[in-house]
């Protein structure tokens, strides 16, 4: 014992430290609390980076990364109030409503609701949320019913059990991830800079956000499309679409690799193979998501839904970049918020660089398609009009098979986002903003123009395939 002490004990402070601040994190502060939430975050990203830097074994961090989720399992999210529409969805979803058709806010008025705790659940949800209608994809509102089937009328049982789905899925990035990482010969630790990130630890297991399930298609399409089994990566994708909307993104920037697919097996660079296994692809990925959304269908979900989603583009701003530079010059020349007209032209820009990225950008390897996929989904998020701090979650775990890191240090530093939560009436601070965006671009613009980073991390900036 005492010889084991003196050779880990550095590693076993480590986890001891770790493991009281995520303690301290789900259980004692709220998001109110930003100074010292900003404290305990940064603490934890430095305890956690040198704790991988360490010789720590894969199973040592594996175990670590479990039993810090596990920290959380009793704990309510402090830092989002969107579990609670997740609890309602999930309850009027196992008492037969469809959840898409009704509003909160309505049924409150009514006083007629058919689910336990409306009214707890509609104050912890908040009146913005109650407001809206869900816009929550049907693999999303699967799990929410699970929640509600096995918790019945506990908040918190609806909190443990959605925690263990999202842990579920982390167990199951971490299983294909490492995989995948070993399959294009790169460091089998870079996935711990996912599986240990604090962000992705306090955001989705604590927090609650099923970025993390999504993630986990996402990972597992990659890796199955790596090994040539492209209609089971089609499925897998068309999964994480009906997770959350956005791997939508990748659609056209797949279409480089499923072509080479297909003209892998007859020796050429461009073959009619190549086509059918890009159509073929496409049509299961579609046709996963209609099935999965097919229950739900009908003339007002599809009004409810898109009217939710265009909010997004038109009337929600939080934690944007470009889009509060547009915004200020609007208030300069014309005088007031521009948000309606620019949020219409903004993806339109967004459709027009993915466009180029999937047609004049080589995408034809595995690690290259993963990186474009990466550079996708950032134009989207650094032109969006909101950027919530789970987002990070989808760049994050792409970036651990490239040469780029950037979304490590985004991971850090979107924790000043928080500030805006220093008000009582929640006002951003801009400053802080941007000094958010100012660390991530000038890291994004150094490794855009030398493929290489300011800050040299063991293991991850190992040098990887172009």
Known sequence: MQTLW?????????FILISVLYSTFAYAISRTDVYLVIAIWITLFASTYYLIARNTTINSLALAALGFRMLFVLAIPNLSQDF?????????????????????????????TPIAQAQELYNGMGTLNGSHFTNYPPISQFCYGIAAFFAGKS??????????LIIAADVGTFFFGRKLLKALQLPEKNIFWYILNPFVIIELTGNLHFEAVMVFFIIWALYLLHKGYWYWAAVALGLSVTVKL??????????QKLLTLGAQKENKHF???????????YTITLGTILVLFLPFLSIEFLANFSKTISLWFQNFEFNASIYYMIRWIGYQTIGWNIIGTVGKILPLVVIGILLILS???KNQTTVQLI?????????YYFLSTTVHPWYLAVPLSLCIFTRYKFPILWSLTIILSYTAYIHPQFSENLWMVALEYLVVFGIFMVEIIKNTTLISLPSIYAQHQS
């Open 359 to 361: 047609f004049f950008r």
């Open 6 to 14: 003196k050779q880990h004990r550095i590693s076993i402070m480590l």
């Open 84 to 112: 609670y529409r997740f609890l309602w969805d999930g309850r009027l979803l196992l008492a037969g409503y469809n959840p898409y058709l009704s509003l909160p806010e309505v049924w409150i008025s009514q006083g007629n």
């Open 155 to 164: 908040i918190l049982g609806g909190a443990f059990v959605l925690r263990l």
């Open 246 to 255: 956005i791997p939508l993104l990748f659609l056209p920037l797949l279409f």
């Open 371 to 379: 990186t474009v996929l990466m550079l996708g989904v950032c134009t």
């Open 271 to 281: 073959s009619l193979q190549g086509i059918g296994v890009a159509l073929g692809f």
